[in-house]
């Protein structure tokens, strides 16, 4: 079975420009989960869907944004890029909404640069 | 609010030897504790979580971790390393909702021959 798959998986962009990541769970599974992971420091908590609702949402500007679609894929949406965005920005699913009975599988990123 | 940290960026053993890598954590309500590895360039793999069933909690690849509540640590071991140990460790903790994990800055563990 295939695992979680985001696309693309390496970008450059400039300041200014507005960006889309594109997550693909595991099939069977309802919750995507997103991460920002700055180089050198641990994964930061984004936002969480499950079953197409935000379930949580990290302490991030409102020029992130994302959604879940019907078959339960996702997006990540970055706006305004400015260069402190540049990050390996990781999509995780799992079958449920919680970490903790369940587990969660992450993807390998979108390594975004912004220049 | 919760949340880790991870004593050390780095950590260098040699192959056979004991892994530790430490893990403090802080949380107003009882915690979820996991262990995830990151080899370079790819995600995260879960390691083993702490659930409140048993304090020493054992995972994949000889990995096993310790729930400390007096000490608020849940730090990471291995009796002998290999050199395929080599990554990035990071502890994580979430809360009774378990929607979101808080991760600590990570650790880089070297194994030399």
């Known amino acids: 079975d295939a695992g979680v798959t985001q696309s693309p998986t390496h970008l450059i962009k400039t300041r200014g420009q507005h960006v889309t990541l594109r997550c693909s769970p595991i099939?069977?599974?309802?919750?995507v989960s997103w991460y920002q992971q700055v180089l050198g420091q641990g994964p930061q908590f984004i936002f969480q869907?499950?079953?197409?609702?935000?379930?949580g949402r990290g302490n991030f500007p409102d020029r992130f944004s994302a959604r879940q679609f019907p078959n339960y894929s996702s997006e990540l949406n970055v706006n305004a890029l400015l260069l402190g965005d540049s990050a390996l920005y990781l999509c995780?699913?799992?079958?449920?909404?919680?970490?903790?009975?369940?587990?969660?599988?992450f993807g390998e990123g979108s390594r975004l640069t912004v220049l | 609010a919760q949340s880790v940290t991870q004593l050390g960026s780095h950590v260098s053993v040699s192959e056979g030897a004991l892994v530790l890598l430490r893990c403090n954590y802080s949380?107003?309500?009882?915690?979820?504790l996991f262990w995830y590895v990151q080899y370079p360039n790819q995600g995260l793999q879960l390691l083993l979580k702490?659930?409140?069933?048993?304090?020493l909690v054992k995972g994949i690849n000889g990995f096993e971790a310790e729930f400390k509540k007096s000490e608020t640590s849940f730090h990471l071991t291995k009796p002998s390393a290999h050199m395929s140990d080599a990554a990035e460790y990071f502890c994580?903790?979430?809360?009774?909702?378990?929607?979101?994990?808080?991760f600590g800055g990570g650790t880089r563990l070297m194994v030399k021959p």
């Open positions: 995780a699913s799992s079958l449920g909404p919680s970490s903790n009975t369940g587990e969660l599988f």
């Open positions: 099939s069977g599974h309802k919750s």
């Open positions: 869907y499950y079953e197409k609702e935000e379930r």
């Open positions: 949380s107003s309500v009882p915690p979820y």
């Open positions: 702490y659930t409140s069933a048993a304090t």
């Open positions: 994580a903790v979430s809360g009774v909702r378990g929607n979101m994990l808080t």
